[in-house]
């Protein structure tokens, strides 16, 4: 399979698509999953095409890692969780549906399961507010 440039991400970087941006540099890139599987479920990507682990060339993967890094307990703290799950799936049998590489940040809550993968489409106002607040978290912690 090659990188298909009209993968939803891909419009996403393009800004012909909408999406609630938290973190932006000049390599990396991360907004808000719209079917989130728990409050603040945050998807962090690279602005090089790769489909995902298996192209990926690794100082890109290592660029991208480290903004995972850094924006995950801020996800974390912003929203009030508990804790976080990190998650990155490769080609369709893992489960992968954007063939635009991404780790998931998924925030956890105690007592709080997580939602099925791409199950519900959250208020845009809501996702709306939760980005607010990490956005806020980021701004703070990183100026
Ligand atoms: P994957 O299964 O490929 O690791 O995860 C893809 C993720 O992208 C899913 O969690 C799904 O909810 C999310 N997703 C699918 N379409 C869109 C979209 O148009 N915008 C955003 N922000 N997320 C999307």
Redesign the pocket.
């Known amino acids: 399979m090659s990188y298909d440039d009209n993968n ?1 991400f891909a419009k ?1 970087l393009r800004s012909e ?1 909408p ?2 941006k938290v973190f932006e540099d000049d390599e990396t890139f991360a ?7 728990t409050k603040g ?1 945050t ?1 962090v990507i690279p602005k090089n095409p790769s489909i995902n682990m298996i192209d990926i060339d690794p100082d890109n993967l290592c660029v991208l890692i480290r903004s995972v890094h850094k924006l995950a307990p801020l996800v974390s703290k912003a929203m009030g969780a508990d804790g976080f799950v990190i ?3 490769n080609e369709a049998a893992a ?5 635009h590489i ?1 780790f ?1 940040i998924v925030p956890r809550y105690l007592g709080v399961p997580m939602k099925h ?2 199950s519900e489409k959250e208020q845009d106002g809501i996702l709306s507010a939760n980005a607010k607040l990490i956005r806020q978290e980021i701004d703070k912690q990183l100026g």
């Open positions: 939803i996403i698509m999406a609630h907004f808000l999953d719209i079917m989130p599987r479920h998807l998650q990155q799936l489960g992968q549906m954007v063939f991404h998931h993968a791409a």
